[in-house]
């Protein structure tokens, strides 16, 4: 399921660079918690491309949802200081939310939960919501959707949890948090265009 949503997630990208970048992280499965950076020619295309140059052709509209669209790219890359040091610079609910999964993924729990808090209600929320609801078995359900739309405390406990338990490879854990990240690095490259 996350295969056919990574291959959904880059058929939608007419950006020739982020199309190749988001190729590039294809396989790549990310832990409960920061690792050190999966692919350096990623890391360095991130870091060092204008942003124009990594959009090209398309159009950038607005400059903070392209900036979460790196810093989103750069957590799926395990890029965590680069990450954190974009996420902290994007003014909007988008960057807080990509700075509370960092938190969430160093582990650092209580910040997470601070910034999801000022992340306040997200349009991302119920397209994880539905995913989860569509693709999880009745257990995995029952732990993180304990209310009828998506909690990222409830789904950051859970994920404390396991993280408590040295359990950074929890499979569903894991495939839910990549979803999520790449739910929220679609919805900021479409307002990146204007979409």
């Known amino acids: 399921?996350?295969?056919?949503?990574?291959?959904?997630?880059?058929?939608?990208?007419?950006?020739?660079?982020?199309?190749?970048?988001?190729?590039?992280l294809r396989s790549h499965r990310p832990r409960l918690i920061f690792e050190k950076s999966y692919d350096e020619d990623v890391k360095e295309t991130l870091l060092n491309s204008p942003r124009y140059e990594l959009f090209h052709p398309e159009e950038i509209k607005d400059e903070n949802f392209a900036n979460a669209v790196v810093s989103g790219l750069l957590i799926w890359n395990d890029c965590e200081e680069e990450a954190h040091s974009l996420a902290q610079s994007i003014p909007t609910s988008e960057g807080r939310y990509f700075h509370a999964i960092i938190h969430r993924r160093e582990p650092d729990i209580w910040n997470s939960g601070y910034w999801f808090n000022k992340v306040g209600e997200h349009p991302v929320f119920s397209v994880v919501y539905d995913f989860v609801q569509t693709n999880f078995s009745e257990n995995i359900k029952r732990r993180i959707l304990t209310k009828d739309r998506w909690d990222p405390g409830i789904f950051n406990r859970v994920v404390e949890e396991a993280q408590n338990n040295d359990n950074y490879d929890?499979?569903?854990?894991?495939?839910i948090q990549l979803a999520e990240l790449l739910f929220l690095i679609a919805h900021s490259y479409r307002h990146t265009i204007g979409k």
């Open 1 to 24: 399921m996350i295969d056919q949503l990574i291959a959904d997630f880059t058929a939608t990208i007419k950006a020739e660079k982020i199309k190749q970048i988001a190729g590039s």
């Open 170 to 175: 929890d499979s569903e854990l894991a495939e």
